[in-house]
């Protein structure tokens, strides 16, 4: 995930209800978000001990702001730049995140569909497992076709609570999701 840290990225932490997160970025934006559990592997921790702490850089503080007014359900989309860092395949599968409403689900099938090819489901799950702007761009929006939830980088509580977020400020202002996903016990990723 952290492969091609620019040599201007800085950093910043955000306390959040799913636990603190770490963002990164440079002077071209917005290039991670990472889960508690991701920081504390050891390859992740090397490259950030290399990584300084901005918390006022432009980039940074426009995210940390947005996250807390999308925490509070006063925001339903991200307006920050991002950097894309992946496969072609993933970049799209991205792209393509990031047009999934707020308060809204779809299937990987899905999403696969509107790629072009339902069939590749599962690529697009393997994608989704990658994309390292969590939240900002939405996977924790993908379910399974049968509605269950299905893996996700922050774990299937968070993800979750990240609907459950959508769904309560969706409803309050009109708008429901689609499908009620189903708790699922199987701790994959998305």
């Known amino acids: 995930m952290l492969k091609n840290i620019p040599a201007d990225c800085v950093r910043a932490d955000v306390a959040s209800p799913v636990g603190t997160l770490t963002l990164l970025a440079s002077k071209e934006g917005l290039h991670a978000v990472l889960w508690e559990h991701e920081r504390a592997r050891p390859e992740c921790t090397r490259a950030l001990a290399a990584v300084p702490e901005s918390p006022r850089h432009p980039v940074l503080a426009r995210a940390k702001a947005q996250l807390g007014e999308y925490f509070a ?73 049968s509605g269950a939830l299905a893996g996700f980088g922050g774990g299937l509580e968070n993800k979750e609570l990240l609907l459950d977020l959508e769904a309560r400020t969706a409803s309050l202002r009109g708008r429901a999701r689609r499908r009620r996903p189903a708790r699922r016990s199987s701790p994959s990723r998305s």
Request: charged residues 25%; positive net charge; aromatic residues 8%.
């Open 73 to 145: 359900g006063r925001r339903r989309r991200f307006d920050l730049p991002l950097v894309f860092e992946g496969t072609p395949f993933q970049i799209r599968a991205w792209q393509q995140l990031a047009r999934i409403p707020y308060g809204t689900t779809l299937s990987y099938a899905e999403q696969a569909a509107r790629l072009g090819d339902a069939k590749k489901a599962r690529a697009v799950g393997t994608a989704n497992a990658k994309n390292p702007l969590s939240i900002i761009v939405p996977c924790h929006r993908v379910i399974a076709k």
